[in-house]
């Protein structure tokens, strides 16, 4: 039997510890899920968000840059642009950055975005200490998305509120498996 070369048992062994490294952030990312679902920390964030009228917020990966209703901000360099769609970050960043702005508050008021400065500061606040990245609230379905992890290779997962308790047909497919916790709330992951 011959003895596989240094250079192929290294390349072998990265690749297990890739492997075994991403599934097993994957399954620890879903117990960390439940457990903040779980929280007094997230009730309360989940009682503000019922609270707010916009439609989507998000926190980069660059947490000077969120994401409100198709305005990308850079909070620290005062600036904003409209949201990229389907863009790798270093394009919503560049967007962020493209136009400047003295007052948040006024910003958010032109862009038709009912949120005070304090209160967005507040959820964003909350998001991060959570660790998640993006809330959509999708009026038409009367559901509340929370999505932690993004993917490309793993795809998404986090918590879909329904104020009914149900979840249309058209919601299910694109939230791949979706597992109730109760109370009208769901664990999804897509990938």
């Known amino acids: 039997m011959n003895k596989p070369s240094k250079p192929q048992l290294t390349r072998t062994l990265f690749a297990l510890f890739v492997v075994f490294s991403l599934s097993s ?17 997230f009730t309360a964030l989940h009682q503000l968000v019922l609270q707010q009228s916009f439609e989507n917020i998000a926190v980069l990966p660059d947490d000077n840059f969120i994401v409100i209703d198709k305005t990308v ?4 360099g ?8 389907g863009s790798d970050y270093q394009t919503y960043y560049t967007q962020g950055s493209s136009e400047h702005f003295e007052s948040l508050a006024d910003l958010l008021k032109q862009r038709g975005t009912q949120i ?13 200490e959570l660790g998640i990245g993006d809330i959509l609230k999708d009026k038409k379905n009367s559901i509340v998305v929370y999505s932690w992890d993004m993917s490309a290779v793993w795809g998404a997962d986090g918590i879909l509120y329904s104020h009914s308790g149900e979840i249309p047909a058209e919601v299910r497919s694109r939230y791949g498996s979706i597992e109730p916790l109760g109370n009208g709330f769901y664990f999804w992951a897509t990938g």
């Open 116 to 128: 005070s400065e304090q209160m967005l500061a507040d959820l964003t606040w909350r998001m991060q």
């Open 78 to 85: 005062r600036t904003f642009g409209e949201e990229p769609q």
């Open 73 to 76: 901000i850079n909070r620290d």
């Open 25 to 41: 952030c994957n399954i620890s990312s879903r117990s960390e899920i439940i457990a903040g679902f779980k929280s007094k920390r």
